[in-house]
């Protein structure tokens, strides 16, 4: 911890950052699909696991065991991290008793995934919506004291867990209560190739954005800090790269990129 802030696991970010995140408080990572925002946010979850923190993946998108495989590619030890499988079931054909995800459903942690995905119940679904997910992680939060957390991600959270007309007010809600919970959180949002600001980048605290180029020499990939409340920050964007120990953020004398980039 520098400054009462606390380091993303992303040396290059950390200058950016100035230090790295104030504590305590709801961040957005957000960028196209293929930009390294859930591999960034694993980073972030594995500082915190070796600084003895108890850190929380709560997974709304990818089952668990493809989460497990894609971090197979890095040179990471990610057995202490934490996975909520918060994704909803396939529902039959036929229909079927459907009940909210249960409030005492535990994570396991990376060691303890199996390589399979979870099968779906032939009898009941669990169906995720916002308000059962934050009764569980406000459970989980008490008993478990939870120190980081990434939710990935609110896309998936706002399309399959939100109905269309609640979508403002229940997005505030969530961001409030993670918040108030005393969790410094990252939560991914899936943004367009030529994207506006998500709507949950004016409740954060922080906005960090992955920017995806392609010319014909390949794929160019860009990082900016677009909000940072409460400290000053570095606002040039920088080329990173996604390595085989994560992302790798070139930024300080030499790494700036175009503001247009």
Not at 222 to 232: D, H
Request: net charge negative; proline share 6%.
């Amino acid at each position: 911890m520098t400054d009462g802030k606390i380091r993303t696991g992303i040396a290059g970010l950390d200058r950016m950052l100035h230090g790295g995140l104030v504590p305590h408080r709801p961040y957005i990572v957000s960028g196209p699909p293929g930009s390294g925002k859930t591999v960034l946010a694993m980073q972030f979850l594995l500082e915190g696991v070796q600084g003895g923190e108890r850190c929380l993946f709560v997974a709304l998108e990818e089952p668990p065991n493809e989460i497990k495989q894609n971090m197979r590619a890095f040179k990471w030890v990610a057995d202490d991290v934490e996975i909520l499988d918060a994704n909803s079931d396939i529902r039959r054909f036929e229909p079927t008793p459907v009940i909210e995800i249960s409030t005492e459903v535990e994570p396991a942690r990376m060691r303890d995934i199996e390589d399979r995905i979870r099968k779906t119940p032939d009898f009941e679904s669990h169906e995720v919506t916002v308000h059962s997910l934050q009764q569980l992680l406000k459970n989980l939060f008490i008993k478990r004291r939870y120190e980081r957390v990434v939710i990935d991600s609110m896309t998936a959270l706002r399309y399959f867990c939100m109905r269309e007309f609640e979508e403002t007010l229940t997005t505030q809600s969530f961001m409030r209560f993670l918040a108030e919970s005393k969790v410094t959180s990252l939560l991914t949002v899936e943004l367009p190739e030529e994207g506006e600001a998500p709507p949950e980048a004016f409740l954060a605290r922080g906005e960090i954005r992955l920017h995806k180029l392609r010319d014909e020499t390949g794929i160019k990939r860009f990082i900016s800090v677009e909000k940072y409340k409460g400290s000053s920050h570095d606002e040039f964007v920088y080329p990173f790269h996604i390595t085989g120990t994560g992302v790798v953020v070139q930024s300080g004398d030499g790494g700036k990129a175009p503001a247009a980039a």
